[in-house]
């Protein structure tokens, strides 16, 4: 009976922790994008790309690293960036000053975090979480701590999200 126990209590603790990956990522339809380059507008297509990262970010200045490399080298991938900073004047300034041309989704009331009930995360302070997603599943989330280094890092990390699931 004892050797049965050990197996039965990892089981719900592997089935627990995975249990956030397991539920579908929702996207609010409801929020506004905008850019600073009119060229590149916000394709509702990707929604339905098969593998997506989304970053998620509270619209500080280390949000906007070096995205263009990746977003050009991997069009399989959709690139969501949600940012819920209050004042959308100061976003707009750290997307001109990072040159960030990419289209943004200005998410206030922070939709995105409470649409999805993502444990662990949505309490300030944060930075930025950046999600890997496989058919609208998490498949892993960047943390502050273990956000990979941009751009070699990054790149051999989306090879390796792509290659792996």
Not at 36 to 54: A, G, M, R, T
Request: hydrophobic share 35%; proline share 5%; net charge positive.
């Amino acid at each position: 009976m004892k050797d049965i126990i050990w197996p039965i209590i990892i089981a719900s603790i592997l089935s627990t922790s995975c249990s956030n990956n397991a539920d579908k990522i929702t996207y609010p339809k409801d929020l506004k994008t905008f850019s600073l380059n009119d060229s590149i507008e916000f394709d509702k297509k990707w929604y339905d790309y098969k593998y997506k990262i989304v970053s998620y970010s509270n619209g500080s200045s280390t949000h906007l690293i070096k995205w263009a490399e990746a977003i050009e080298k991997f069009p399989e991938i959709a690139f969501l960036f949600y940012i819920d900073k209050k004042d959308s004047t100061k976003i707009k300034e750290r997307l001109k000053q990072r040159e960030f041309y990419w289209p943004v989704f200005y998410d206030p009331e922070s939709k995105f975090l409470k649409s999805n009930k993502i444990k662990g995360l949505g309490t300030r302070p944060y930075y930025r979480f950046i999600f890997a997603i496989k058919d609208d599943k998490i498949i892993d989330i960047a943390k502050k701590k273990n956000n990979p280094m941009f751009p070699e890092d990054f790149e051999k990390y989306l090879n390796d999200f792509l290659s792996e699931n």
